[in-house]
């Protein structure tokens, strides 16, 4: 479908709208029309199911005989909307309410010679609540309708930008798979010592590679616990301007989900990180053919063209029982084992710290070194 262009943002978090041209003046065939439309609906806010609840379209094209152009939007607070609602009360079609009386969907009919109609609709399946969404249906963009664009944009709650320092964490709900915002603190890492002198080379080289937009490709990062992994990570999700899309150790598993495939695709150029991930990397076995065979389309296959994704997967299992097509060039960016700290670096940080440490170590030793349990043989501490 041809996107009018007016707004540009990338789909679904863009707080500016994304409009539609119900035209189509490219496509001759009225059910593809249709079809068309109903599924760029879903990239935007309303949703099929949304349409599906309030036929709109089957609507406008029935009055109008014409298929309407559409721009949709969210995040706007339920003050807002109820507010707009009791201000335009006289032009509601139709209502739905919640048990509670408050509004869940409404529809209005401005009318005019652009034929306007706003579909407002809690965004229920929305992790984050007091959001609603809007759809505007029209013929034409003229002024008016561009007016009322900005009108509902300047209520738009305001977007946490992918500015680096933000995590956004895989759920699964009723409906579907979602992410959920937090905020990581960035860790002051001085490279010179807090590791070995062979990795230097190395994060310059993934930093540069995930920084470019739109790329594809898979960064494999394992070793001992308690060797820096994490904390690298940390690092990484605040200085890279792109959205980090975190995937938990017990949700790895769902690498497989043909749903997932299609929410990344959704949320496109984005860095996908997968903690613990020997499961779902390991060679071929009975519950990781799938999750592999996901990973390898999504890094350097088809799916890659589509998605623009990134993964960085970390793993404590030696790198020979992961999969072989994992390390092929041109999908893998970069692999590197992390150790214990060589013994110069071990006595640079030590004396940094105020403690005194021979041989290698590893960082989870060294800044916990005045823990009475540091004497334990094999004591393992995260880091």
């Given amino acids: 479908m041809k996107d009018i262009p007016y707004i540009s943002v990338s789909k679904p978090t863009g707080r500016s709208g994304i409009c539609y041209d119900g035209n189509m003046q490219n496509c001759r ?13 879903f990239n935007g806010f309303s949703g099929t199911s949304e349409f599906e609840a309030f036929p709109l379209r089957q609507l406008f094209t029935s009055r109008h005989n014409k298929l309407p152009s559409e721009w949709d939007t969210g995040y706007i607070k339920t003050k807002d909307i ?7 009360k006289r032009y509601v079609i139709a209502t739905h309410y919640s048990k509670n009386k408050d509004i869940k969907k409404c529809v209005l009919y401005l009318g005019g010679k652009d034929c306007v109609y706003v579909y407002i609709y809690d965004r229920g399946y929305d992790s984050q609540k007091d959001r609603f969404g809007v759809c505007l249906l029209f013929i034409d963009k003229t002024k008016v ?29 009723q409906h579907g798979f ?7 603190n960035c ?4 490279f010179a010592i807090n590791y070995n002198e062979d990795f230097t080379p190395i994060h310059k080289l993934i930093t540069e590679r995930l920084s470019i937009d739109n790329s594809k490709g898979l960064v494999l990062l394992h070793g001992i616990s308690g060797t820096g992994k994490t904390t690298y990570i940390r690092y990484l999700i605040n200085i890279l301007k792109k959205r980090i899309i975190y995937i938990p150790p017990s949700m ?22 997968i903690e613990d991930a020997e499961n779902i990397l390991m060679k071929r076995v009975a519950n990781s053919t799938q999750a592999i065979a996901n990973i390898l389309n999504l890094s350097d296959g088809l799916l890659s063209d589509c998605a623009n994704i990134q993964i960085v997967a970390t793993f404590n299992t030696d790198i020979l029982n992961i999969d072989e097509a994992l390390l092929r060039k041109g999908r893998l960016i970069a692999k590197y084992e992390f150790t214990q700290l060589e013994e110069s670096r071990t006595l640079k940080l030590s004396k940094k710290l105020g403690v005194k440490i021979d041989g290698k170590h590893t960082l989870a030793d060294i800044y916990n070194s005045t823990d009475n349990s540091f004497t334990e043989k094999n004591k393992k501490v995260g880091f």
């Fill in 252 to 273: 790895a598993s769902v690498i497989a989900d043909p749903e997932l495939i299609k929410f990344f695709i959704t949320y496109s150029n984005s860095i996908i990180i």
């Fill in 82 to 88: 109820q507010d707009y609602v009791l201000k335009n």
């Fill in 145 to 173: 309708v561009e007016k009322m664009m900005d009108d509902f944009i300047k209520i738009v709650i305001p977007e946490k930008k992918d500015n680096g320092g933000y995590l956004n964490i895989l759920v699964k709900n």
């Fill in 178 to 184: 979602d992410l959920e915002q937090k905020e990581i």
């Fill in 29 to 41: 065939d009225s059910v593809q029309m249709f079809v068309v439309g109903k599924n760029e609906s």
């Fill in 187 to 190: 860790p002051e890492i001085d």
